[in-house]
Structure formats: structure tokens, C-alpha cells
């Protein structure tokens, strides 16, 4: 029994011993940078989400995911029975309104205009051999003034013909110009129904099936650049004010385990997202990979300030008011300056050739 207490007073001293042991190091020169992280998404250039401008039924889907189009290529096809029977009404109401369709009306109106007109002419001569024969003292008054007033009488209906003709003609223009608009809105609103691309690229998804109803509100498809990516990143709302345009960054995707990738800051979004308090930063490809897909998902480290052959030390053995132990309970100040989240650099306050400790926990 008393083999054994001696035996775990011993162990009990070494573990001690081992624990009153304090860890240290000396500061060393090496490079340091100081970044904010991000995590993010790779997306295609120019990708962006398909909408249908009308609501109808997928009647057929055009392409196929991983097809190539152009822009303006057909994708799907709509089909709604009230758009198809507008367009052919107002074909219908186009032909109608036309001026060939209504030469018939517009002759019927010039005869009778043309006989106004002779009826005219035949009652001014009329009127003119009663007046010459009135001078002559032959005739009665009476027949005078009925001849006037049967001249007067024909030249009222013949401008009253040649108004009716020229009030039908414009008529008849205005509604085949109506007709032809209303025609021309119905066809554009047929066209609606054949979603296009609005891009050279690729189809990375279609997201509604044949028969299925299609609105204004949710996407049909996802199109993109077939050989470009881009990566969209969310920074802190905290970090926002530190990133500028072409800083460098690093970054690794699970798909490329191991490796890392550089890229700069090409565009950063104003608005932040109220949701998530987060701005939405996107950065190139200084070397692209061979071979991406839209939504890989990656971390970033975006690089702020870099220095070359500085002196560092591990960033737990700071301490708090930024100090260090160069003893065990002795502190001394320093001044710090970039840090990451291994090490800090120390611009004055301890040199390469010091120890310092670090602080028990």
C-alpha cells in the first residue's frame, strides 16, 4: 500500500512538473498578409435565369441541359388557346378592314359621286340656257329660278358624294391601320409564347417539365457562357469597407482538393443583402481550372495587405492589450501590424533573438 501511494505521488509530481513547463518560442522573419474571408459560388459569365414574358403551358421543350445555343435560339415553346384566337381574330379583322377587302364600298361611293357630278354638269348647262334665254326676254321667271335652284341643288350633292367618298376612304385607312396594329400586338404576343435565349452559351438547367404551367414569376431555365466562369462571393457587412476593386485573392474548392487558385476583385455589388448581412463581391480567374460547373462552391481569402520579411509571432501568444510574456510572468508591450488567423506581425517591442511565452490557459 505504501509502494503504491509513493508510486502515484510520483506520477502525480511529474504530471505537475510537465504542466508548470511553459511553452515558448522566438519570434521569426517571413511573410505575412492580412485577409478577409468569403465563401462563395462559381457561376458562368452572363448566366442568368430564364423568364417567359406571358403565363402558358410548356407545349414543347427545344433543347436539351448541356446544349449549346445562340442567342435568340428557341428553348421552349408555350401554347395558351385564348393568345392563338386572338392573333387569328385580329387576322380576320386586318383582312376585313383592308382597302381591297372594301373596293366595293369605295366604287358604290364613286359612282355615285360620278353621277353627282354629271347631274351637276347637266343642270349648270341647263341653268345656263335658261339664263341666256331669260336675258332675251324668253321664258318666265319661274323656270329661271328653278333651273338656279336645280344647279344649286346638284352641286350640294355633289360635294355631299365627294365628302361620303372621302370620309369612307379615311375610314377605311384608319381601321386597316388599327386592324394591322392590333395584328401586329396579337403576333408579338403569339411570339411570346417561344421562349429565346437572350445569350451565346449553354443550357445548365431546365427547370420546368412539358405541360406544365409557366408564369412571369418563376425561371424556366438557366443559361450561361459554356467556357467562362466567374466567382460570386458573400462578404461580411463587417469586412465590406476593406475590399476594392483588383485586390487579389486565393481561394480552394472542394472539387479541387489540395489545390488553390488566384483570382482578383472585379465588381462589387452596393446593395447589401438585408437577409443575410452580406455584400455580393465577384472576382475572375487569374488561371482558370480546365473544367467548372456553375454552383461549385468555394472559400476565399481576399488579400488586403501583404508584407514580405517581417518579424511574426504565433497569434496566441499575444496577449490582450497587445503585450507579450518575455517571461514567465514578466509582460512587455509591442506594437502590432497585419495579422491572420495564425500569426501576427510585430513591428516594434520584441526581436528575432527573444523568447516569449506563451500564456497559460
Known amino acids: 500500500m505504501e509502494r503504491f501511494y509513493i508510486s502515484f505521488l510520483l506520477i502525480f509530481l511529474l504530471v505537475a512538473s510537465c504542466k508548470m513547463k511553459q511553452e515558448r518560442v522566438k519570434p521569426i522573419k517571413e511573410n505575412i498578409s492580412e485577409s478577409v474571408y468569403a465563401s462563395g459560388i462559381i457561376k458562368s459569365n452572363n448566366q442568368y435565369q430564364v423568364f417567359s414574358t ?6 414543347e421543350i427545344l433543347v436539351k441541359e448541356g446544349d449549346v445555343v445562340r442567342r435568340g435560339n428557341r428553348i421552349i415553346k408555350l401554347v395558351n388557346t ?52 331669260w336675258i332675251q326676254n324668253i321664258g318666265t321667271k319661274n323656270e329661271f329660278e328653278q333651273r338656279q335652284m336645280a344647279f344649286q341643288s346638284s352641286v350640294l350633292a355633289y360635294e355631299a358624294a365627294k365628302l ?3 370620309q369612307l376612304e379615311k375610314q377605311i385607312s384608319f381601321q386597316g391601320k388599327q386592324s394591322q396594329n392590333n395584328l401586329q400586338m396579337a403576333l408579338a404576343i403569339k411570339n411570346d409564347y417561344t421562349i429565346k435565349s437572350d445569350v451565346d452559351g449553354k443550357v445548365y438547367s431546365i ?27 458573400q462578404v461580411d457587412e463587417f469586412d465590406i469597407n476593406r475590399i476594392k476593386i483588383k485586390q487579389a485573392i486565393v481561394l480552394s474548392m472542394d472539387s479541387y482538393k489540395g489545390q488553390v487558385f488566384e483570382a482578383i476583385v472585379s465588381r462589387i455589388n452596393p446593395i447589401m443583402n438585408d437577409r443575410s448581412k452580406s455584400f455580393t463581391v465577384e472576382a475572375l ?11 461549385l462552391t468555394c472559400e476565399a481569402n481576399i488579400v488586403i495587405q501583404q508584407k514580405e520579411n517581417t518579424i511574426t509571432i504565433p497569434r496566441n501568444y499575444l496577449l490582450h492589450g497587445d503585450s507579450v510574456l518575455i517571461d514567465k510572468s514578466k509582460k512587455r508591450k509591442v ?19 527573444d523568447f516569449i511565452y506563451k500564456p497559460a490557459l
Request: no cysteine; glycine share 4%.
Open 285 to 295: 480567374f487569374i488561371r482558370q481550372p480546365a473544367t467548372l460547373y456553375p454552383k
Open 54 to 59: 406571358v403565363n402558358g403551358v410548356i407545349a
Open 82 to 133: 385564348n393568345a392563338l384566337l386572338n392573333s387569328e381574330n385580329a387576322l380576320l379583322s386586318a383582312n376585313y378592314a383592308s382597302i381591297l377587302t372594301n373596293a366595293e364600298k369605295l366604287h358604290e361611293l364613286q359612282i355615285n359621286t360620278n353621277f353627282a357630278k354629271s347631274k351637276m354638269d347637266e343642270d349648270a348647262l341647263l341653268q345656263q340656257r335658261q339664263q341666256n334665254l
Open 207 to 233: 427547370l420546368m417539365k412539358q405541360g406544365e404551367m409557366v408564369n412571369t414569376l418563376n425561371p424556366v431555365a438557366i443559361i450561361g457562357d459554356a467556357n467562362n466562369f466567374m466567382i460570386e462571393l
Open 164 to 166: 361620303r367618298y372621302t
Open 335 to 353: 506594437i502590432v501590424g497585419l495579422k491572420d488567423y495564425q500569426k501576427v506581425e510585430i513591428i516594434s517591442g520584441v526581436t528575432v533573438s
